[in-house]
């Protein structure tokens, strides 16, 4: 097929998914060098610009990634494109910022819950200790400290299923929470008050995988979501949007 005959959308994604069927059918791995651009439009039979075009694209998508001055390697495949699409939904109308909210709340406390008996399982001694160190910031953090509050909440997610040696809940997870730290501000939900509240869940979390009560634990994930989607529907309330 001639690129005359392709529109230029068209024609950049026919090449882009030629280069992902390249990276495929030579088992590539992430941080694997592509070949020159000069060498991909002899394997795919595009001109240079078609090429620069599609790897763009794939850029963009984490797929690949450009390093210049040394050449364009496989992408360690992370999510920014999913929390750049999703944080602009949420940003883009008052009605989508609460309904990514709301999504995103049921997500996170899906994964912590639904794998509540593997995560016990598989928190070490050390990774407890850990997260007791990163309830202490919390706690420690004054009200001025909002930024290091989110960060400190955000490290212990994401250690809380980084035991279970699956990637993708981990990307996912730090995803939706990127997402859910960029939108909630927005919304004007969280308090000072409910930094104490949440500081409190946290620690009962860690006691009760400390203890491997997955019972106590799944309650405390549980204590730790309902606050959140109780001032959700208060602050759609408010705005006069329906809950969902």
Known sequence: MSEARLGRASLRKTVADEIKRFMLENRMRPGDPLPTEAELCLAL??????????????????IVEVRHGHGTYVGRLSLSALVESMTFRGMLSPDDDFQVYADLVDVRELFERGNAD???????PQHLDTLDSLVAEM??????????FIASDRAFHA????????????????????VYSIVSPHLNLMT?????????????????????????FVDAIADHYAPVRRRLAAARSRTGHAAT
């Open 192 to 216: 000072i008050e409910d930094e104490k509240v949440t500081v409190d869940v946290h620690r009962r979390i860690v006691k009760a995988a400390r203890a491997g009560d997955q019972a106590a």
């Open 118 to 124: 593997r995560i016990i399982r598989a928190l070490s």
């Open 139 to 148: 706690e420690g953090q004054g009200p001025g400290d909002g930024n290091r």
């Open 45 to 62: 039979g595009a001109s240079r610009s078609s090429v620069r075009e599609a790897v763009k694209t794939l850029a963009a998508l984490d």
């Open 159 to 178: 250690l809380l299923v980084e035991p279970l040696g699956n990637d993708l809940i981990s990307q996912l997870t730090l995803a939706f929470w990127d």
